[in-house]
């Protein structure tokens, strides 16, 4: 089975622009969560979709939005991009009533010029 | 509110010699407990998950953990290190399945 896949790997974008991310689960697996990841730190969690809702949201700003479509796959939006949001973006996949675990994809490189 | 700190920040250590990598947490509520391995510009990996029964718990490549409820810790460690367990180590609890929250990570080096 494959694993998790996000697109694209690698990404260079100027500020004020903006993003668009995409993973795809497990096959199974019906929640995505997001994560940011700035060098040097741990990944800090931004979405969790299931079912195509929304359940969690962490500490970030408005103009983070993400979406979850009938197949289970994912987007994440990031507008007016910052320098700061400049990070390795991880999605996450879950099997609830399994596991428990979150199974995490190569991740996409952003950086903000 | 759960928080995760994980002491050491790096830790090197001799090929074949023993090593332990901490991990604390704070939660009001039960938590699962898991270790992910993070090679270089790479997502992360599972190494080993406890979500409830034997504290003792085996992951791959030889790590396992500690569950210690009453000192709120999950210890990673592993006794004979190879020069490819060197990657960044992360602990992480979560009190549903749902949030993750990860600890800032600890850089194993292991050196030949």
Known sequence: DAGVTQSPTHLIKTRGQHV????????????????QQVLGQ???FIFQYYEKEERGRGNFPDRFSARQ???YSSELNVNA?????????LCASIHFGGTETQYF???TRLLVL | AQSVTQLDSQVPVFEEAPVELRCNYSSS????????????NQGLQL???YLSGSTLVKGINGFEAEFNKSQTSFHLRKPSVHISDTA???????PTGNQFYFGTGTSLTVIP
């Open chain 1, 81 to 89: 991009l910052l320098l700061g949001d400049s990070a390795l973006y």
């Open chain 2, 29 to 40: 509520v039960s938590v699962y407990l898991f270790w992910y391995v993070q090679y270089p």
């Open chain 2, 47 to 49: 190494l080993l998950k």
């Open chain 1, 42 to 44: 741990g990944p800090q």
């Open chain 1, 69 to 71: 479509f009938p197949n």
């Open chain 1, 105 to 107: 994809g190569p991740g």
């Open chain 1, 20 to 35: 668009t991310l995409r993973c795809s689960p497990i096959s199974g697996h019906k929640s995505v969560s997001w994560y």
């Open chain 2, 88 to 94: 960044e180590y992360f602990c992480a609890v979560s």
